[in-house]
């Protein structure tokens, strides 16, 4: 690294180099950190704040710990670009979530330092878990799991499974740091959050931090009296924690930018056995004012100058779905009271800010929480109110069992908003949402629908809506074509598709193209180069057969497209009706293919899987030739 800036940072190719320096070069040390973290960030974009927030904890330790033989793992992630730099990474920065560059996560793959795969929130405690049972039966008995998670993601239930679990396991070396910024994307919900903020008010911590920083002292003969020491200041000082009362040692709150406080209490916790909990207070995008002062804004920001900080432009652009949604359940809202929305923690994400602010008492964050959220809203169904979950389809995943059992088996009248649908681009493979096709058409009862533009997506979203069970929208990350919404309350015929293009080509060389939901305006692009019909087909289920069978009739082959998995997905319901009405005609089935796709811009990912318009028309065109002929594919079988 050439910056002069970093002088101190550009001899650090590993944590053995930091852990060389002594303890006083620590805070240039941290300086330089975060001033590489910002400046690469908004060369990128990313998640800065959460970054900016962890860049001392992160120092601390890399220091204090004998990694990567001690295991930290990274709650989310999104926090682990100090990390990254500490481990080898600081020059691959500017390639952050760029397409061929590092992940904005931690990866298995990527260094030996990323001990576990995340993204998806509060995973971390339970693969600590895992690790320190596997570490302790291999003869390891030495070596610590640190799992550092989020005050935010700490509301999850797989974190209280794991504390559950973890609390028992005394012969585990287990530590929880919880990195308690008083922050989830948006503010914390909550009674957890409740708690936490009792165990940081006034004298509690200020007392805390004084106790913290004396019987922390890792110098051994003190060590006794420390222990002792702790038990009774513990006992003055007030209520027992609840995670003392899931069986976890439970020392802070600490001051998470106290380098100081930071290596000794670690540096102590190092070498104590069983269940361990650090309470670590930090400032979201603390040393960036920008950031400290809009912490939301700055959690995932594209590029921008760090000087002048995130513009708001005033040019208009395009509408995204999301904003598509914003309105429409505002709208909804005002016409029907018995409207409730639900967002797991992705109030901003998901377009809810301006419904909370309009009808608070219809808006619930119920934080991350999607198994929790999902079923809340089949309860709230079962009393006759008309719940709409506002969900990004990959953390949709994490509540399947709720959506078949206790939405769609009792048949319940829940709306599914199902944003970032399809490659999401800079967030990579753990965001994709690839798989809702295939994972919703095949639970009975549901009705799933992909819309094509704007309009559609807000009358779909309606006729999810009006329709008296289960019913999903999914849309994609960002705009589409700019097709002008009204504000009107429209339905769409159930189960409908409707031609979009008629083929002119001769018979023996009639294609027709199904295309869902995204896939509609590079498949009319794709068209005008091969003279095939376009079917929009905008529902995957009920799927239009009459549509499937009429087509198949007037064309000689038949080519699906869609933004998700091919296997079990939309082509597939259409390769399902055709043999069930036993028509045989040759068939390709383009979309998603069978790997995870990595990071990138969400054209170029699509451009890769050949979802573009000059991909679809190259695929038909391997496929059939240069125009179809019906004696070069006669008897081929389906894709
Ligand atoms: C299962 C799941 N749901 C939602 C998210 C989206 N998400 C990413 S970070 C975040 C907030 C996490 O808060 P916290 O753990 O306190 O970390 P902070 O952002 O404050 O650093 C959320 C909701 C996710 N990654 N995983
Ligand atoms: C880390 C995480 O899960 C979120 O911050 C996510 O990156 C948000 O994605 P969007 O930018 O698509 O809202
Ligand atoms: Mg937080």
Same mark, same amino acid.
């Given at each position: 690294?050439?910056d002069p800036?970093?002088?101190l940072?550009s001899t650090?190719?590993s944590?053995?180099?930091?852990r060389?320096?002594?303890?006083?070069?620590l805070p240039?040390l +941290?300086?330089?950190?975060?001033?590489h973290?910002?400046h690469?960030?908004?060369?990128?974009?990313g998640h800065?704040?959460s970054?900016l927030g962890t860049?001392?904890l992160?120092i601390a330790?890399h220091? /204090?710990f004998? $990694?990567? #033989?001690?295991?930290?793992i990274?709650?989310?992630g999104?926090q682990?670009?100090?990390?990254?730099?500490l481990t080898g990474r600081r020059d691959?920065?500017?390639?952050l979530?760029?397409?061929?560059g590092?992940?904005g996560f931690?990866r298995r793959c990527e260094?030996?330092?990323?001990?576990f795969?995340?993204a998806h929130s509060?995973?971390?405690i339970s @693969?600590?878990?895992?690790m320190?049972?596997a570490?302790?039966?291999?003869g390891?008995?030495?070596?610590q799991?640190i799992?550092?998670?989020?005050?935010?993601?700490?509301s999850?239930?797989m974190?209280f499974?794991?504390l559950?679990n973890a609390?028992?396991?005394? #012969?585990?070396?287990?530590i929880?740091?919880l990195?308690d910024?008083?922050?989830?994307?948006?503010?914390?919900?909550g009674?957890?959050h409740?708690h936490?903020?009792?165990?940081?008010?006034?004298n509690?911590?200020?007392?805390?931090?004084r106790?913290g920083q004396?019987?922390l002292?890792?110098?051994p003969?003190?060590?006794?009296? +420390?222990r002792k020491?702790?038990?009774h200041?513990?006992g003055?000082l007030?209520?027992?924690t609840?995670?003392e009362e899931f069986?976890?040692?439970?020392?802070?709150?600490i001051?998470?930018?106290?380098l100081?406080?930071?290596v000794?209490t670690?540096?102590?916790l190092r070498?104590?056995?069983?269940?361990?909990?650090?309470h670590v207070?930090t400032r979201?995008?603390?040393?960036?004012?920008?950031?400290?002062a809009?912490?939301i804004?700055?959690?995932?920001?594209?590029?921008f100058d760090?000087?002048r900080?995130i513009?708001?432009?005033a040019?208009p652009?395009k509408p995204?779905?999301?904003s598509v949604?914003s309105?429409?359940?505002?709208?909804?809202?005002?016409?029907d009271? =018995?409207?409730?929305?639900?967002?797991?923690?992705m109030?901003?994400?998901?377009?809810l800010?301006?419904f909370?602010?309009q009808?608070? $008492?219809?808006y619930?964050d119920?934080g991350?929480?999607?198994?929790?959220?999902?079923?809340?809203?089949?309860?709230?169904a079962?009393?006759?109110?008309k719940?709409?979950? @506002?969900i990004?389809?990959?953390f949709?995943q994490?509540a399947?069992d709720?959506l078949?059992?206790?939405?769609?088996l009792?048949?319940?009248?829940v709306?599914?908003?199902i944003d970032?649908?399809g490659?999401?681009?800079?967030?990579?493979a753990?965001?994709?949402?690839?798989?809702?096709y295939?994972?919703l058409r095949?639970?009975p009862n549901m009705?799933?629908?992909?819309?094509?533009?704007? /309009?559609?997506c807000? =009358?779909?979203l309606?006729t999810a809506?009006?329709?008296?069970g289960p019913?999903?929208v999914?849309?994609?990350?960002g705009?589409g074509p700019?097709?002008?919404t009204?504000?009107v309350? #429209? $339905?769409?015929?159930?189960?409908k598709?409707e031609?979009?293009r008629?083929s002119?080509?001769?018979?023996g060389?009639?294609?027709?193209?199904l295309?869902?939901?995204?896939?509609?305006?590079?498949a009319l692009?794709?068209?005008?180069?091969?003279d095939?019909?376009v079917?929009n087909?905008r529902?995957v289920?009920p799927l239009d057969?009459d549509?499937?069978?009429?087509?198949?009739?007037?064309h000689?082959a038949i080519?699906?497209v869609?933004?998700g998995?091919?296997m079990?997905?939309?082509g597939?319901?259409?390769?399902?009706?055709?043999a069930?009405?036993?028509?045989v005609l040759?068939?390709?089935?383009?979309g998603l293919?069978?790997?995870?796709v990595?990071h990138?811009?969400?054209?170029v990912?699509?451009?890769?899987?050949?979802?573009d318009?000059?991909?679809?028309?190259r695929?038909?065109?391997? =496929?059939?030739?240069?125009?179809?002929r019906?004696?070069a594919?006669?008897g081929?079988?389906s894709?």
């Amino acid at each position: 690294m050439s910056d002069p800036k970093h002088t101190l940072l550009s001899t650090i190719d590993s944590p053995a180099d930091l852990r060389r320096l002594p303890r006083e070069r620590l805070p240039q040390l +941290a300086d330089e950190l975060r001033e590489h973290v910002l400046h690469s960030v908004s060369r990128t974009g990313g998640h800065l704040s959460s970054n900016l927030g962890t860049v001392e904890l992160t120092i601390a330790l890399h220091y /204090a710990f004998d $990694t990567p #033989d001690d295991r930290i793992i990274w709650d989310v992630g999104h926090q682990s670009y100090p990390h990254k730099i500490l481990t080898g990474r600081r020059d691959a920065m500017g390639g952050l979530r760029q397409y061929g560059g590092i992940s904005g996560f931690p990866r298995r793959c990527e260094s030996e330092y990323d001990t576990f795969g995340t993204a998806h929130s509060s995973t971390s405690i339970s @693969a600590a878990v895992g690790m320190a049972v596997a570490s302790r039966n291999q003869g390891h008995g030495k070596r610590q799991h640190i799992a550092v998670i989020g005050d935010g993601s700490m509301s999850a239930g797989m974190a209280f499974e794991a504390l559950n679990n973890a609390g028992v396991m005394r #012969d585990c070396n287990v530590i929880v740091i919880l990195n308690d910024n008083e922050m989830s994307i948006s503010p914390p919900v909550g009674a957890l959050h409740r708690h936490l903020t009792k165990l940081m008010s006034g004298n509690f911590y200020a007392a805390a931090r004084r106790v913290g920083q004396k019987i922390l002292d890792p110098v051994p003969p003190l060590r006794e009296f +420390a222990r002792k020491f702790e038990e009774h200041t513990k006992g003055m000082l007030g209520p027992g924690t609840i995670f003392e009362e899931f069986g976890f040692n439970y020392l802070g709150p600490i001051d998470g930018h106290d380098l100081d406080t930071l290596v000794s209490t670690l540096t102590n916790l190092r070498h104590r056995g069983g269940p361990q909990f650090l309470h670590v207070v930090t400032r979201k995008g603390a040393g960036y004012k920008l950031a400290e002062a809009d912490p939301i804004l700055y959690h995932g920001p594209g590029k921008f100058d760090p000087v002048r900080g995130i513009v708001k432009t005033a040019v208009p652009t395009k509408p995204t779905y999301t904003s598509v949604f914003s309105d429409w359940i505002c709208d909804m809202a005002a016409k029907d009271s =018995r409207l409730m929305a639900i967002t797991p923690a992705m109030r901003e994400g998901s377009g809810l800010v301006k419904f909370e602010q309009q009808f608070p $008492t219809r808006y619930f964050d119920v934080g991350i929480a999607e198994q929790h959220a999902v079923t809340f809203a089949a309860g709230i169904a079962c009393e006759g109110a008309k719940p709409v979950v @506002a969900i990004y389809s990959t953390f949709l995943q994490r509540a399947y069992d709720q959506l078949i059992h206790d939405v769609a088996l009792q048949n319940l009248d829940v709306t599914f908003a199902i944003d970032r649908a399809g490659l999401v681009g800079a967030d990579g493979a753990t965001h994709a949402g690839n798989y809702d096709y295939a994972f919703l058409r095949c639970i009975p009862n549901m009705v799933v629908m992909a819309p094509a533009d704007e /309009a559609e997506c807000r =009358r779909m979203l309606t006729t999810a809506y009006e329709y008296a069970g289960p019913a999903a929208v999914r849309y994609p990350r960002g705009s589409g074509p700019g097709v002008a919404t009204e504000r009107v309350l #429209d $339905t769409l015929p159930l189960g409908k598709g409707e031609i979009r293009r008629q083929s002119g080509a001769a018979a023996g060389g009639r294609v027709a193209i199904l295309a869902f939901g995204s896939m509609v305006a590079p498949a009319l692009a794709a068209a005008e180069q091969l003279d095939a019909t376009v079917a929009n087909m905008r529902f995957v289920k009920p799927l239009d057969a009459d549509l499937v069978r009429e087509l198949a009739a007037s064309h000689d082959a038949i080519v699906t497209v869609e933004e998700g998995a091919i296997m079990g997905g939309a082509g597939s319901a259409v390769t399902e009706a055709l043999a069930a009405h036993g028509i045989v005609l040759p068939v390709l089935q383009l979309g998603l293919p069978d790997r995870f796709v990595d990071h990138g811009e969400q054209g170029v990912l699509l451009a890769e899987c050949g979802l573009d318009a000059a991909g679809i028309a190259r695929s038909v065109r391997e =496929r059939f030739g240069g125009r179809v002929r019906l004696a070069a594919v006669a008897g081929s079988a389906s894709a």
